[in-house]
């Protein structure tokens, strides 16, 4: 039997992607206990951390005329233009305060290009620049990545995707995670995850 090192990956779950936040994702806050549980129980942990500039490309206040959660084209496809969020250095961008981010071994801050937004921990949405977060999971021995954290149906779903790309085995605990639902994303995300090998899990 070949032998198989799990990785845990908490992405993005931070202030602004939880109730009163800025990009707020319906009961975000209520994964914190369950991801609380699941940092003790792996032996390798990473946090990822959404970290914009103000000037990012992907918020609608930097495109006049634009509605947040409109689309636009951005040189490498179609982006979401999203209110703005996760500004590095505000409260909104610090992780939940009930997370115990002393448990984590890494974390690895994403999206601070401002003409290129990443929703993947491993590739920026142009689909070609790294995070470098291969590479560190790599080092590390892990060969299998179970996922947790905001949103199931953007930075959850793209980061598990690119997992099996890139040949890690993948899960997704679906009750560990809580989504943002912009116009059946999130049935798209299922769909996609599914027809992709990844194991969706409560
Ligand atoms: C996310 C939209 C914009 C996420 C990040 O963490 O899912 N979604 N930035
Ligand atoms: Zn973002």
Redo the contacts with the bound molecule.
């Keep these: 039997m070949p032998h198989t090192t799990q990785a845990l990956i908490v992405?993005?779950l931070q202030n602004d992607?939880c109730p009163g936040g800025a990009?707020a994702v319906a009961g975000g806050d209520e994964i914190v206990p369950r991801v609380n549980a699941l940092l003790g129980a792996f032996p390798i942990r990473v946090l990822t951390q959404?970290w914009h500039p103000a000037t990012h490309a992907?918020f609608a206040e930097n495109h006049p005329g634009a509605a947040p959660f409109s689309s636009t084209e951005m040189p490498y496809g179609p982006q979401v233009l999203?209110p703005a969020?996760c500004v590095q250095g505000t409260p909104g961008a610090a992780f939940h305060p009930g997370l115990h981010t002393d448990r984590a071994d890494l974390t690895l801050r994403k999206?601070f290009r401002p003409a290129i937004d990443s929703?993947s921990a491993f590739f920026e949405n142009d689909r070609t620049t790294a995070t470098g977060l291969a590479g560190y999971l790599r080092e590390r021995g892990a060969t299998h990545l179970t996922f947790a954290g905001?949103?199931t149906d953007?930075?959850v779903a793209w980061s598990a995707l690119d997992a099996v790309r890139l040949g890690f085995g993948a899960t997704v605990l679906m009750g560990a995670c809580r989504a943002?639902d912009l116009n059946g994303s999130l049935a798209q995300a299922r769909t996609e995850l599914r027809a992709a090998g990844v194991t969706l899990e409560s």
């Design positions: 992405i993005d992607f990009l959404d992907s999203w969020h999206g929703y905001l949103a953007f930075c943002i």
